[in-house]
């Protein structure tokens, strides 16, 4: 254990106490709001931290219990996961201001919630252990945090047809549950451990039929939970019916979580030495049915959703070249995607809350009423779209040359990146058409102000202004320090391709002679 194994456990612990403290200071809700900012500032300076001394001195791994791995439960923060950490609490702390300004701005000062705050702070919870565990099962249990988290935080206080469109996700969401715990018996019943370093040994042991199972059982299970086609029904239906900070934290943290996973395990115990064909075809099948799903789109949140699917594609195309380029492009791709999609979310939100409707037809004219909202869209969009130099074209231009230098088909497939860039130009331009352009409207009425958001208010508080442009800052940020953070995850795909310094950290160096 290192000098600062100690940091692992706190970004878990300290957003489940914070959660057991806005529950017992239900009635207080300014304790509520303090409580949540300081938690998450605190885990983001944690995650900082992580990541400074993993990119310095190799994997932190603190084993839990006084337990060592394999037979522990082991945490682990090298520089992919402490990166994304990082970048998903900030996310999580910008959408929580945001969250408790538009709760100030429709309730007043003096309105408490006995869920939101408890709730969020458990899928943070959540999210940081998923990205911190080195074990199979409490991967499972992170998901579980997560999920649970999740399906309060999108039923409350809604209408009854947004809660049927919410169940789609809960019940996809049991059924990946259900399918990822038969997988984990399954890889215990083959190799008698759940430690993802000890596995990374023991499957290299078994015959290449079960080791195959093994693999697609996984892929499956965590393609389902990172929305990649033909898994990825549920979403367009799911995050546009919640709420704006709610969908805005679903689209920048859950599917990036799933991909997480799918990287790391996919990397760490089934290594390839060439292209995987069948990730290939399905990444092209995200990105083009995505991007093409999103152009028939009227309704802005299905239209950001079909997006997301589509960008999925882009860091499936990274793992699927499975060299250390391809990875490395894909984890940069991931850090940059977390922070665009929630902010197109969360811009979306504010257009919803000045117009009453979500209906791009029933837009117009926010150009001259609102051109700072004009602005904080259009940064995040060719962001989105990779146009230079923003952060979307430092990541796509990394997939690219992974893929024109990995073979004839990945060469292929990045053509097909170039083709989805393009259709999510013209997707974003469309929206900015009919939203920002044209003679302004009046906005519409709430057609259901009984619910979470209050919409049709003709204007923006400036604190969930100010919120959503803190994200767009950190998105600029991420084209600022784009070499610096290019050389962090290049080094991660080098690390993730190699295993060995994650091997060694997690259960020591091997005795002489001793297999690998």
Do not use: C
């Amino acid at each position: 254990m290192t000098s600062f194994a100690w940091l692992l456990a706190l970004p878990v612990l300290l957003p489940l106490l914070g959660a057991a403290v806005t529950v017992i200071g239900s009635r207080s809700p300014n304790l509520q709001r303090v409580v949540g900012i300081v938690v998450l500032a605190a885990v983001s300076v944690i995650a900082a931290v992580l990541l400074v001394v993993a990119d310095a001195g190799g994997p932190v791994v603190a084993a839990l219990g006084g337990w060592a791995a394999p037979v522990g439960i082991a945490l682990v923060a090298d520089r992919l996961s402490a990166l994304l950490l990082l970048v998903s609490t900030l996310v999580t702390l910008a959408v929580l201001v945001y969250a408790i300004d538009q709760r100030i701005a429709d309730y007043g000062r003096g309105t408490a919630s006995t869920t939101f705050h408890p709730m969020y702070l458990m899928l943070s919870a959540g999210v940081s252990l998923a990205y911190l565990t080195g074990d199979l099962f409490t991967l499972f249990v992170a998901f579980e945090i997560m999920l649970t988290a999740s399906y309060v935080l999108i039923t409350r206080r809604t209408s009854a047809r947004k809660i049927r469109a919410g169940m789609t996700y809960v019940t996809v969401s049991l059924l990946s549950s259900l399918l990822f715990l038969t997988a984990i018996a399954f890889v215990y019943a083959a190799t008698g451990t759940v430690n993802l370093a000890d596995l990374a040994n023991r499957v290299a042991l078994l015959p290449p039929g079960p080791v195959t199972v093994l693999g697609l059982m996984l892929l499956l299970v965590f393609g389902i939970k990172a929305a990649m086609v033909p898994l990825h029904f549920w979403l367009p239906d799911s995050y546009p019916n919640a709420p704006g900070p709610v969908a805005a934290l679903f689209a920048g943290l859950l599917t990036k979580v799933g991909f997480y996973a799918m990287l790391r395990t996919q990397t760490l115990l089934f290594p390839r030495e060439e292209p995987w064909t069948l990730l290939l075809v399905l990444a092209t099948a995200t990105m083009l049915l995505g991007a093409l799903g999103a152009l028939a789109q009227n309704d802005i949140n299905r239209l950001l959703s079909f997006l997301l699917v589509s960008h999925i594609g882009f860091m499936l195309f990274g793992l699927a070249v499975f060299d250390a380029a391809g990875v490395a492009g894909a984890a940069l791709y991931a850090a940059h995607h977390i922070t665009v999609l929630a902010t197109l979310f969360l811009v979306s939100g504010l257009i919803t809350r000045r117009t009453g409707t979500v209906q791009l037809d029933e837009m117009g004219g926010l150009l001259r009423t609102s051109p700072w909202l004009a602005v904080l869209y259009a940064i995040p969009a060719l962001t989105l779209a990779g146009v230079p130099p923003t952060a979307g074209f430092v990541a796509k231009l990394a997939l690219l040359q992974a893929g024109a230098a990995a073979g004839l088909w990945p060469a292929v497939v990045a053509g097909v990146v170039i083709v989805a860039s393009l259709l999510t130009l013209y997707a974003l331009a469309r929206v900015w058409v009919r939203v920002f352009w044209g003679e302004p409207r009046a906005a519409l009425p709430d057609v259901d102000p009984d619910d979470e958001v209050l919409v049709g208010t003709a204007r923006t508080p400036v604190p969930m202004f100010a919120a959503t442009a803190g994200l767009v800052a950190v998105s600029l940020a991420i084209a600022v320090f784009a070499g610096p953070l290019t050389a962090v995850t290049g080094r991660a795909g080098t690390d993730l391709l190699d295993r060995e310094p994650y091997l060694v950290a997690v259960l020591g160096a091997p005795r002489a002679g001793e297999p690998r």
